[in-house]
């Protein structure tokens, strides 16, 4: 009879383990209480928001540092091609 007991002991085990994750899918797909805000359709506003100009800049001459003077460009530093080894042909 332990057999028995066992095997019936599991049934009851497996039926209430459908039965919990059966109600926690139902619970968990359940209705919305309310509609999404994405679903929701907001008023037109009736007029638009002033467009912002930007700041008129204050030119100071004092402020202003001269230009750089045109000056040569760098020397560029010659790079010799590789000489031809002895050695290569040996």
């Known amino acids: 009879m332990t057999r028995g007991g066992v095997s019936y002991v599991a049934m009851a085990a497996a039926g209430i383990s459908a039965a919990v994750l059966a109600y926690g899918v139902i619970w968990s ?3 919305p209480e309310a ?8 008023p037109a506003p009736k007029d638009p928001p002033p467009a912002a100009s930007a700041p008129v800049p204050v030119h100071d001459a004092s402020a ?4 750089a003077a045109a000056t040569e460009p760098a020397p560029v530093a010659k790079i010799d091609p590789p000489r031809e080894s002895s ?3 040996a």
């Open 29 to 31: 797909y359940g209705e």
């Open 87 to 89: 050695k290569q042909g």
């Open 35 to 42: 509609l999404p805000p994405a679903v929701v359709s907001a």
């Open 64 to 67: 202003m540092p001269a230009p």
